[in-house]
């Protein structure tokens, strides 16, 4: 963003010339692990590209959204690269504030990128957020834990099995929890879950007229099997817990089954850093028989804010670690298993990546077993599958998982956190103008 302060001193000219005319991009991305090897790797792209310095600011989730959100929306500047995903894009990409990636050149092969991720980053045909790495969700189990309580599991589960075989394997006197689902508050943390597990229990956040739909039966039953599900087989302090917090419980051998983004897979099969690296089993997420199973549909994706006055750097950076060339260094460095998943067409026909990574098949049917266009039972007037794709959503999406949350925590009923999300919800809905 800035340009590089000049030294004062006995410099050469050269040397005063080079710095004055670096670019520093300033990149905002969330401390997941797949970002986190991005970070560690970006010395190979300064090498390459000794004009542009990159700054890095690295956050959680929930905080992370928030400064990029404010900022986008403020015009603050403070960015050159947000680490945004498929539900800000559609939305910012409207309002004027990405940066248009149609320019990255024929050997970047943008057709190369999974119809279903490319879909939800493009308006009106234009790229606007490339994806670093696309995921669904699937469950993760521990195989030992199903062989020793003589269960096995199916290749696309339903919530009951998922319950019962939950129940069955915990050991809470050896610190073995049946289940590990995300708790804690926030749109894209414990609602991510919630909603696309509601989905499969027929439930649905707005009806054709945009009526909120918390006081109905599904959302009562959703809520209801996870509120008991967790009570009884899932770890303590669950309503604290989101996906950085439930990978470490799964790879510390303390969950026997884990429902969450399919990009864990990688780490949670690394016998680097996981103790049950030889013991995990992949199967679909659950279903409850309707004709829906509960797995989402994201992508992390790097965009340009308009007004970043280093455009040109930042998309040069993007192009860089979304390539496949970018891949290829990841596979060399770390191997083809921890490559970012859920982008490319070509990294699932690899011979080397279907060796390395036994989650490979598994996460391609998940992400094309998602349907943002129809992502419930019954028909709804939005799209999005663990998200409603309305600018409103990221305000009423996290105090909904508030409530949620606290339901889970013990501090309020489930009948009470439904009757409070039903009546923000409403509230928030008429202030928007809705139904438009």
Not at 17 to 35: E, K, Q, Y
Not at 58 to 66: A, G
Not at 169 to 187: P, Q, S, V
Request: proline content about 5%; overall charge negative.
């Amino acid at each position: 963003m800035n340009l590089t302060p000049i030294l004062i001193g006995a410099t050469s000219a050269f040397a005063f010339v080079a710095a004055a005319s670096a670019d520093t991009v300033t990149i905002a991305t969330v401390n997941n692990g797949d970002m986190i090897r991005m970070q560690k790797l970006s010395d190979h792209f300064t090498e390459a590209h000794p004009d542009i310095d990159l700054e890095w600011v690295t956050l959680e989730e929930n905080v992370l959204r928030q400064r990029v959100t404010t900022d986008i929306a403020t015009k603050g500047g403070q960015y050159d690269v947000m680490t945004i995903g498929t539900y800000e894009v559609p939305i910012w990409a409207n309002q004027g504030w990405l940066v248009a990636l149609d320019d990255l050149g024929d050997e970047y092969d943008v057709d190369d990128i999974l119809p279903a991720i490319r879909g939800g980053l493009t308006v009106d045909g234009t790229l606007y957020a490339a994806p670093f790495y696309g995921e669904s969700s699937m469950v993760m189990y521990r195989k030992d834990l199903f062989e020793k309580a003589g269960l096995e599991m199916p290749d696309a589960p339903t919530w009951d099995f998922i319950a019962d075989a939950a129940r069955k394997i915990t050991d809470k006197d050896n610190e073995i929890y049946g289940i590990c689902l995300r708790g804690k508050a926030g749109w894209g943390e414990n609602m991510a879950f919630l909603t696309a597990m509601s989905n499969s229990f027929g439930a649905k956040w707005f009806d054709l007229d945009w009526t909120p739909q918390f006081d109905s039966p599904e959302w009562k039953k959703t809520l209801t099997f996870y509120l008991d599900l967790m009570n009884d087989a899932g770890p303590p302090g669950s309503s604290n817990n989101g996906f950085n917090e439930n990978l470490a419980l799964f790879q510390t051998g303390k969950c026997g089954m884990w429902i969450d983004a399919t990009v864990a897979a990688s780490f949670v099969t690394n016998k680097t850093d996981s103790q049950v690296a030889d013991q995990v089993g992949f199967a679909l997420a659950p279903d409850a028989g309707l004709g829906k199973r509960g797995n989402w549909l994201w992508a992390w994706t790097l965009a340009v804010p308009a007004g970043s006055d280093a455009e040109e750097s930042a998309k040069t950076f993007i192009k860089w670690a979304t390539s496949k060339e970018y891949l290829e260094l990841v596979a060399e460095q770390e191997g083809w298993a921890n490559v970012p998943p859920g982008t490319r067409t070509s990294l699932y026909e690899n011979p080397k990546y279907q060796e390395a990574a036994p989650f490979a098949k598994m996460t391609l049917d998940s992400i094309n077993a998602a349907d943002p266009q129809k992502p419930t039972v019954d028909d709804v007037p939005y799209v999005g599958v663990q998200f409603v794709a309305i600018p409103e959503f990221q305000g009423i999406g996290t105090a909904v998982g508030q409530q949620f949350s606290a339901a889970l925590a013990g501090n309020i009923s489930a009948d009470q956190a439904l009757q409070a999300a039903q009546q923000l919800t409403s509230r928030e809905m008429r202030r928007a103008g809705y139904p438009k």
